[in-house]
């Protein structure tokens, strides 16, 4: 039985770029003498490097057009990002048409309004080697007997960096403090209490400097110093010892036999084709940018359109230490890419053996474009519970329910040390779950005085340091048509007296329903009492003359969003919001930039002014952006990794008075037993 | 492969009584002269009639000495509940030694420090045999043409009941307010428009009087009062509609191909004898009480216990609504019986086909003792992700993971309209998870002028009126031996001036730790900012210097509980709390009782009593009373059933610095990749 819909070939105005197309876009734009680029995976800072080719998403109501309105089909364009080290600006430019590219235009100005220093640039592999370079050579080279005491290290055995971020303290800084790991599995709970501090703003590396050491909570100004003074013995000494290797995940004991399996005995009941899925009622268009990770276009229940985007948009985390290489650390995914480290996923593990993988191509920091083999997941799963189900003994005998079966779209992004898995999982009941786990090792600091407060110790002379993860999530909404209002409903308990013994008065709980008017209004701060349920609402009714809406459910166990006094905060400013409402732009594609982690004092995208000029949100197109995550105080079990369970956040998007009655009722797996 | 543990007889303490003992229980007090009993399922009101036999738990410190120290086993109780009509109270004996009962002692006070009034038992079978041939005496037989005209009632048709608790205003009332619903698949959404009010208060029924109606919206003294206005056509009628038959369960679709199952292909991973489950590293015994429902005890991981209890202790609801069906509503379950609805399991949507069903006996306003098949299912499913893994490409290559497999033990209690699903989840990293879903029916009232403010429309006249769900589980960690603290963690942001740059401050976030040292500092209220890390903690430490503790991690989208100016809040205290700690007491076992919806004024247990002492709570005996829920604003995709996405909650506990690394690395199900 395939599935009773059909493939649609629309989908493709949301498909990734083929590698193709990246080939046809670099080709083009190397071509273009006047840009003077190169695509040398090791270029220069002081070089024109074209770091990142991805899809540059239709307009929305072009799209809208050639999907319902058989307009024309919108004019396929890349998106390509040269870090200009020449001209000392980050630029983007609009390529196309493709997948002939003929022409590009500069939007850099147009979608931030500003232009972008060449600081905001994310570090390519280029200037990691480069980096590298400078401190084996102004530091590692001068520091060899330090290095065998203390970390035994030599020619045949290095240690791993990891760095902070942002890079500095105010914008035009790029002041980074490297943090050293021991070169062993899971390098990111092995933290040896170095950590150097150098910068490299100048675009001829050769003027880059190191500013600072940090040797075993203690500070250095250079190499040199800590080398006299570790040779005159008037420091306090690391002495190496032999660590267990504590952060392996080898299996310690033999397998027994397999666990539980799901199988589709009678075939699948989804259907992926081309970057379209198929699934019972279901229908929706996918991508997975390279920036922002992975997106669904186009979400269809019944043939009619849900939502038109779903998306991540930014994974986010604030650490606290009382060392450098995490105490100002805040993480901005996006910048870095987190769609860009989406692997290739293990059978079995990642998703079920029985799954439907899919194969994506990217092109960033690369010289040409990159296959990652089956890095899309999708699978319908038996959850294991009903979805619904009623037994009944009183005055009747009968029991009806229904198996929650549902289609479950995954990736897995290990962004550095923290793997993300992202679910959107599409149920019966026409409700879209999106969901985020974290796992993979927590970034940890070496044990020094004074960082006990930051955190717990999770192995010898290692501390977990706290840390927010805060995820963001574009819910671009479309309840019939892309006119919507938003509505909250709760509960108040009134003071009321009974009609039928009006002396009895009693404390009742009533509906409280309101429509939020303004973008200001609807920006649901944490923290604060926000309204139990939250609609993206039609004017149209339903049969049973309620506004038809999508309720918005959330669930976070999120800490607190970095203070606003802090000029760090501008970059994340979506995180102040569960839940914030603006009216849909074009320009107003996402919630944070590639640029944000490196000029975060000033960055490309501010959130909060999305909201700044208080639109109405009256019957326009609404996009809802969810904020979800967790706190997380790490301990021991964090070691070798934090585990998904309870670990993560999301958002569910229920029919709420959409339909006349629950849709599920039209499902095929329908169970019902009556006695006779 | 069997578990590698052995299954130990010891569990059996916990074991509810088999259906000879429940024989044997009702046979020794029948045969006590004295207390005059009868068994009769439909006793009288004025008869002392045997309501229930349920295990009476062991002391802890008894169970404890057995399980742990070579101790005697305990002395096995019954606990026998008599509705003692001719005596004007409610008695609640201990009945021993099972299995041969030779006394009883009646232990009523001792348990409730007062006696319990005869009104505040449960309505019986032969209580509501009597109060329908009541109302068909005062009311129907009386309305023939109404009932006909309105409703389509005549002789082979007639309306079904539904009843308002609690049953009147005050202490001693018992008044309760039926509601009347269409004969046909889920009444519980197809309502009338037609409630009467009988004082029932009697224990002679042919006292009872009914004292008021509601018809369409119009409240008359009398039967013959409506009768007599509803002739003579000075009232609004309802005329009777056909309706379709929207609460069917039935399938409106033939079935497709089958959705994904799972299977074992190489066998069970766990053991279910008699009332023990043996499953990887985890161990259990467990119980299914008819009051309070499912049950978990010596929860042990590894060998170690974490847990004594883990249970289910009540499900609460308030409602709102102008028509006094739903106005005053306020549901305690555990007093109708939460356990005693756990009814057989449908294979392959309550449970998967594979899980194990066992088989259940109770003795609840019964002659005999009940027997439940299958009403009882243990799984292990494969959850669908990982429960931890990570992929690296950075300066090594390799995968290392483990997928989600747990066991599930799960009932379904189907408490007249809503369906309660019920899972306790043992994980591979020692987190236990328990959850609550609701799905069913609602409950909704005839939609009439002025209850637009009480929830929305839903089908025909009929409106699905606002409510709260709360749910209490008991959670009696026991964290190495029985000796706990209550410790909260949570982060705070600290402004801190940078050590290697010290004119430079920044706001650094820093764990907050406190421990809470008496009951009322430790009783979490709903609404108020509570820290977002609880744990229950042992003065022992972890390898790495840190208090072993779990952590209660709580999911709850829960409403206002009922204000405490209300006298019917007294019996829901429990609800007050999100979580609260307190002194572990053989006699504070429940924190609700099977008396509390009857004498909702005045109830047996009012939870708040057991922290008013405010005892120290540093270093004892700690249990934790943790509430979730939700607010359900019904909409019309609850019709015919809610479904159970987003309609739930629960509690993880998580092992928190309890190990000195995660536990799941000793999985068999680890699985590891590297290159070549
Ligand atoms: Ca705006
Ligand atoms: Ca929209
Ligand atoms: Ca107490
Ligand atoms: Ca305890
Ligand atoms: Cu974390
Ligand atoms: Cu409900």
């Given at each position: 039985?395939?599935?009773?819909g059909?493939?649609?070939?629309?989908?493709?105005?949301?498909?990734?770029?083929?590698?193709?197309?990246?080939t046809?876009?670099?080709?083009y734009?190397?071509?273009?003498?006047?840009?003077?680029l190169?695509?040398?995976?090791?270029?220069?800072?002081?070089?024109?490097?074209?770091?990142?080719?991805?899809l540059?998403?239709?307009?929305k109501?072009?799209?809208?057009?050639?999907?319902?309105?058989?307009?024309?089909?919108?004019?396929?364009?890349?998106?390509?990002?040269?870090?200009?080290?020449?001209?000392?600006?980050?630029?983007?430019?609009?390529?196309g048409?493709?997948?002939?590219?003929?022409?590009?235009r500069?939007?850099?100005?147009e979608?931030?309004?500003?232009?972008?220093?060449?600081?905001?640039?994310?570090?390519?592999?280029?200037?990691?080697?480069?980096?590298?370079?400078?401190?084996?050579?102004?530091?590692?080279s001068?520091?060899g007997?330090?290095?065998?005491e203390?970390?035994?290290?030599?020619?045949?055995?290095?240690?791993?960096?990891?760095?902070?971020?942002?890079?500095?303290v105010?914008?035009?800084?790029?002041?980074?403090?490297?943090?050293?790991?021991?070169?062993?599995?899971?390098m990111?709970?092995?933290?040896?209490?170095?950590?150097?501090?150098?910068?490299?703003?100048?675009?001829?590396?050769?003027?880059?400097?190191?500013?600072?050491?940090?040797y075993?909570?203690?500070?250095?100004?250079?190499?040199?110093?800590?080398?006299?003074?570790?040779?005159?013995?008037d420091?306090?000494?690391?002495?190496?010892?032999?660590t267990?290797?504590?952060?392996?995940?080898?299996?310690?004991?033999r397998?027994?036999?397999?666990?539980p399996?799901?199988?589709?005995?009678?075939?699948?009941?989804?259907?992926?084709?081309?970057?379209?899925?198929?699934?019972?009622?279901?229908?929706f268009?996918?991508?997975?940018?390279?920036?922002?990770?992975?997106?669904?276009?186009?979400?269809?229940?019944?043939?009619?359109?849900?939502?038109?985007?779903?998306s991540?948009?930014?994974?986010?985390?604030?650490?606290?230490?009382?060392t450098?290489?995490?105490?100002?650390?805040?993480?901005?995914?996006?910048s870095?890419?987190?769609?860009?480290?989406?692997?290739?996923?293990?059978?079995?593990?990642?998703?079920?053996y029985?799954?439907?993988?899919?194969?994506?191509?990217?092109?960033?920091?690369?010289?040409?474009?990159?296959?990652?083999?089956?890095?899309?997941?999708?699978?319908?799963?038996?959850?294991?519970?009903?979805?619904?189900?009623?037994?009944s003994?009183?005055?009747?005998?009968s029991?009806?329910?229904?198996?929650?079966?549902a289609?479950?779209?995954?990736?897995?992004?290990?962004?550095?040390?923290?793997?993300?898995?992202?679910?959107?999982?599409?149920?019966?009941?026409?409700?879209?779950?999106?969901?985020?786990?974290?796992?993979?090792?927590?970034?940890?600091?070496?044990?020094?005085?004074?960082?006990?407060?930051?955190?717990?110790?999770?192995?010898?002379?290692?501390?977990?340091?706290?840390?927010?993860?805060?995820?963001?999530?574009?819910?671009?909404?479309?309840?019939?048509?892309?006119?919507?209002?938003?509505?909250?409903k709760?509960?108040?308990?009134?003071?009321?007296?009974?009609?039928?013994?009006?002396?009895?008065?009693?404390?009742i709980?009533?509906?409280?329903e309101?429509?939020?008017?303004?973008?200001?209004?609807?920006?649901?701060?944490y923290?604060t009492?926000?309204?139990r349920?939250?609609?993206?609402?039609?004017q149209e009714?339903?049969?049973?003359?309620?506004?038809?809406?999508?309720?918005?459910?959330?669930t976070?166990?999120?800490?607190?969003?970095?203070?606003?006094?802090?000029p760090?905060?501008?970059?994340?400013?979506?995180?102040r919001?569960?839940?914030?409402?603006?009216?849909?732009?074009?320009?107003?594609?996402?919630s944070?930039?590639?640029?944000?982690?490196?000029?975060?004092?000033?960055?490309?995208?501010?959130?909060?002014?999305?909201?700044?000029d208080n639109?109405?949100?009256?019957?326009?197109?609404?996009?809802?952006?969810?904020?979800?995550?967790?706190?997380?105080?790490?301990?021991?079990e964090?070691?070798?990794?934090?585990?998904?369970?309870g670990?993560g956040g999301?958002?569910?998007?229920?029919?709420?008075?959409?339909?006349?009655?629950?849709?599920?009722?039209?499902?095929?797996?329908?169970?019902?037993?009556?006695?006779?």
């Amino acid at each position: 039985h395939p599935p009773e819909g059909k493939h649609d070939t629309r989908s493709q105005v949301f498909a990734d770029l083929s590698p193709e197309e990246y080939t046809r876009v670099r080709d083009y734009l190397l071509s273009v003498e006047e840009l003077d680029l190169t695509s040398d995976a090791l270029a220069k800072p002081s070089q024109n490097f074209l770091f990142l080719i991805d899809l540059s998403l239709p307009k929305k109501q072009h799209a809208l057009s050639y999907l319902d309105a058989d307009g024309a089909k919108p004019v396929r364009e890349a998106t390509a990002v040269v870090f200009g080290g020449a001209r000392g600006l980050v630029s983007e430019y609009a390529v196309g048409p493709l997948p002939h590219p003929t022409y590009h235009r500069d939007v850099t100005v147009e979608r931030y309004g500003t232009e972008i220093p060449i600081t905001a640039r994310t570090v390519t592999l280029g200037e990691y080697v480069l980096l590298f370079k400078c401190i084996e050579d102004q530091v590692f080279s001068k520091l060899g007997l330090l290095l065998k005491e203390s970390f035994d290290v030599d020619k045949d055995k290095q240690l791993n960096a990891f760095e902070q971020m942002p890079r500095g303290v105010k914008s035009g800084d790029r002041l980074t403090w490297v943090s050293y790991f021991r070169s062993m599995s899971g390098m990111y709970i092995h933290p040896v209490g170095l950590e150097v501090l150098i910068d490299h703003k100048s675009l001829n590396a050769s003027l880059w400097t190191v500013e600072r050491l940090l040797y075993n909570g203690q500070y250095f100004d250079s190499a040199e110093e800590l080398r006299t003074r570790y040779e005159a013995g008037d420091i306090r000494k690391i002495v190496y010892v032999e660590t267990s290797d504590y952060g392996s995940l080898k299996p310690r004991r033999r397998a027994l036999q397999v666990g539980p399996q799901q199988h589709y005995a009678e075939g699948r009941r989804f259907s992926v084709h081309s970057n379209q899925v198929l699934y019972l009622d279901w229908s929706f268009a996918f991508g997975l940018s390279a920036v922002t990770g992975m997106r669904v276009f186009d979400v269809r229940f019944k043939g009619e359109r849900i939502a038109y985007e779903l998306s991540v948009q930014e994974a986010m985390s604030v650490y606290g230490s009382v060392t450098p290489g995490l105490a100002l650390t805040k993480f901005l995914d996006s910048s870095i890419g987190v769609g860009r480290f989406a692997h290739e996923l293990t059978r079995g593990v990642d998703c079920p053996y029985t799954a439907t993988y899919v194969t994506t191509h990217r092109y960033i920091d690369v010289a040409a474009p990159t296959r990652f083999l089956n890095s899309i997941c999708v699978f319908e799963h038996n959850m294991g519970q009903p979805l619904r189900r009623h037994f009944s003994d009183f005055f009747s005998n009968s029991y009806g329910g229904l198996v929650n079966s549902a289609l479950v779209f995954r990736t897995i992004t290990a962004i550095g040390n923290y793997d993300y898995m992202w679910d959107f999982i599409f149920y019966q009941n026409g409700a879209v779950e999106a969901k985020v786990h974290a796992t993979g090792y927590m970034s940890t600091s070496y044990l020094v005085d004074g960082n006990e407060k930051y955190g717990h110790q999770v192995a010898p002379k290692v501390l977990g340091n706290i840390h927010t993860h805060f995820v963001n999530f574009k819910v671009d909404l479309d309840v019939l048509g892309v006119k919507n209002v938003f509505q909250t409903k709760d509960m108040a308990y009134v003071n009321v007296s009974m009609p039928w013994n009006p002396e009895h008065h009693a404390m009742i709980p009533q509906l409280v329903e309101q429509q939020l008017n303004t973008e200001q209004e609807a920006a649901l701060r944490y923290g604060t009492k926000t309204p139990r349920y939250l609609h993206i609402a039609s004017q149209e009714l339903n049969r049973w003359g309620h506004q038809r809406s999508y309720r918005l459910q959330v669930t976070t166990f999120a800490g607190d969003p970095l203070p606003e006094s802090q000029p760090e905060e501008r970059s994340m400013s979506w995180a102040r919001y569960k839940v914030a409402i603006t009216r849909h732009k074009d320009r107003e594609q996402t919630s944070s930039s590639l640029y944000s982690q490196n000029n975060i004092w000033s960055p490309a995208v501010d959130f909060s002014k999305y909201i700044q000029d208080n639109e109405s949100i009256d019957n326009e197109d609404l996009v809802a952006w969810v904020t979800t995550g967790f706190l997380h105080i790490p301990h021991a079990e964090d070691v070798p990794n934090t585990v998904t369970v309870g670990n993560g956040g999301g958002v569910i998007l229920r029919p709420h008075n959409y339909f006349d009655e629950d849709p599920s009722v039209h499902s095929p797996d329908a169970v019902y037993i009556q006695p006779g």
